[in-house]
T-cell receptor, first 112, second 112 residues
Framework: GENVEQHPSTLSVQEGDSAVIKCTYS??????FPWYKQELGKGPQLIID?????GEKKDQRIAVTLNKTAKHFSLHITETQPEDSAVYFC???????????FGKGTRLHILP | DSGVTQTPKHLITATGQRVTLRCSPR?????VYWYQQSLDQGLQFLIQ???????AKGNILERFSAQQFPDLHSELNLSSLELGDSALYFC???????????FGSGTRLTVV
């Protein structure tokens, strides 16, 4: 069945450094890959997404890369700030409004 | 405020009982999705409704059921509750051809 693997489960980085979270997916029909940020006590919030016809997308300090051949995609956060501390989820679906399958999440800690 | 409203925010109930969780999607969104979030399982897809019709089903137990009403709000019914049903339950909505999901802030269910 559909599966999304995410690692690491926990990541601590010094403020100002970069953070990278990696995911793999199993369903080769997947073509939409969103990333969500979940802060304590809140629902997940979409922060960036990428479609399979694009290899990379950037939005200020956040970038996502996609390797369809290897079924890998990654989230890169540069110049990390304290407000980046949260749980990040990668996900995959076959189109933007289809059911989304989530990875198990990465808890990111930004150290002062 | 994401525009997706979930009630109640917290619910404490005893084993064997039945509860109903309610979700109002963002204005204009036709699709509603229900997810269960527990510590060890991440975000698990339960069920999707589109304009009143069931569209996709995930790992939803037979004790659980859902429906979407003509005004597009949705209810998730959980019956014969067990301790293991304690979790956060999220609702999300999307426009059929728009961006990815928008999540509500969730209902925390505690079964004692």
């Amino acid at each position: 069945g559909e599966n999304v693997e995410q690692h690491p489960s926990t990541l601590s980085v010094q403020e100002g450094d970069s953070a990278v979270i990696k995911c793999t997916y199993s369903d080769s029909a997947s073509n939409y890959f969103p990333w969500y940020k979940q802060e304590l006590g809140k629902g997940p919030q979409l922060i960036i997404d990428i479609r399979s016809n694009v290899g990379e997308k950037k939005d200020q300090r956040i970038a996502v890369t996609l390797n369809k051949t290897a079924k890998h995609f990654s989230l890169h956060i540069t110049e990390t700030q304290p407000e980046d501390s949260a749980v990040y989820f990668c996900a995959a679906s076959k189109r933007r409004d289809d059911k989304i399958i989530f990875g198990k999440g990465t808890r990111l800690h930004i150290l002062p | 405020d994401s525009g997706v409203t979930q009630t109640p925010k917290h619910l404490i109930t005893a084993t064997g009982q039945r509860v109903t969780l309610r979700c109002s999607p963002r204005s204009g969104d036709l699709s509603v999705y229900w997810y269960q979030q527990s510590l060890d399982q991440g975000l698990q897809f339960l069920i999707q409704y589109y304009n009143g019709e069931e569209r996709a089903k995930g790992n939803i137990l037979e004790r659980f059921s859902a429906q979407q009403f003509p005004d597009l709000h949705s209810e998730l019914n959980l019956s014969s509750l067990e301790l293991g049903d304690s979790a956060l339950y999220f609702c999300a909505s999307s426009v059929n051809s728009g961006y990815g999901y928008t999540f509500g802030s969730g209902t925390r269910l505690t079964v004692v």
